[in-house]
């Protein structure tokens, strides 16, 4: 994986940039290479090679020696105007004003991935088989936020009555059992900001009956790594959800498939300070 990451950081250097035929080589799919490079990155792919783009095309636009829609061309756009939107998005000026003013620019270093010796503390998990099912709940579009309690969700969950949490622990007839918070419709690399669904709810079969005034999201049949997390909520969660892209899948014969990402809360304090959670994503063999 190391080496997959490496190879495609080499290809948007040499501007010949084909996901696919290093997702083939490396016996793996451009859905979880993508999922790889934004957890260990920090950044999605396509932000990544539009910052390169516009480190390199900055030293071309200061130079001088060619004109503006040459160098845009040069660097893949279409028309002057394109590219002045992307080089003003990644360095916070247009490129007439680089030109005249010698800044600012934002300096993107190309990323080289390298193997760490990790993993002295060991993860508890289990992948299972699992058919399909059905989330069924309370769904809302949320700003992704990768770090710290996600105001946007909070309010949602704040804004439904506490009767309305019981009455869904009573559908809950199948795993992951208990209340769940549901991430789904994410792209395959999304930057904070980005929205997604959010669902406060439950698992429930195929067979169940499911009030009309739910929300329900259909999951097919397939496998799920689970890993158990404790700790500062939501701080421990997400040090663990990092950790399977750092520790767990490169170590393991798995990798992502497309589908939401469940957390169950198993135990938690009263003031939800610390929590033992569940984290389920849905995999297949790699």
């Keep these: 994986m190391i080496a997959a990451l490496n190879r495609i950081t080499d290809l948007v250097e ?16 451009e859905y979880h290479l993508r999922r790889m490079f934004s957890s260990l990155a920090g950044m999605p792919l396509s932000e990544y090679v539009r910052r390169r783009r516009m480190t390199v095309a900055a030293g071309d636009v ?3 020696s060619d004109d503006l829609l040459t160098i845009a061309v040069r660097h893949g756009y279409g028309s002057s105007e394109a590219f002045g939107r992307a080089f003003r998005a990644v360095h916070g000026a247009g490129p007439a004003d680089v030109r005249r003013d010698g800044g600012p620019l934002r300096s993107q270093p190309q990323l080289r991935f390298r193997l760490t010796v990790e993993g002295s503390t060991p993860m508890e998990s289990r992948v299972v088989s699992r058919p399909s099912f059905r989330l069924a709940g309370h769904a809302v579009r949320v700003p992704l936020i990768y770090e710290g309690v996600n105001p946007h969700i909070q309010r949602h969950i704040q804004s439904l009555p506490v009767s309305e949490h019981q009455r869904l622990k009573e559908l809950s007839d199948t795993e992951p059992a208990g209340i ?6 994410l792209e395959q690399e999304s930057p904070e900001g980005s929205e997604l669904t959010y669902l406060h709810g439950v698992a429930v079969s195929d067979n169940a009956s499911v009030p009309d005034d739910l929300d329900v999201i259909a999951v097919p049949a397939g496998q799920w790594a689970i890993f158990r997390s404790s700790g500062d909520y939501p701080a421990a969660l997400q ?3 990092a950790a399977t892209a750092t520790d767990w899948f490169p170590s393991n014969p798995w990798r992502m498939r497309p589908g939401p990402s469940i957390v169950s809360v198993l135990d938690r304090s009263d003031d939800f300070r610390t929590a033992t959670c569940e984290l389920w994503l849905p995999v297949e063999p790699a």
């Design 14 to 29: 040499e501007g010949e940039f084909d996901l696919a035929r290093v997702a083939r080589e490396a016996g793996t799919t």
């Design 62 to 64: 200061i130079r001088g």
């Design 180 to 185: 769940l918070a549901v991430s789904d419709g």
């Design 239 to 241: 040090s663990m959800w």
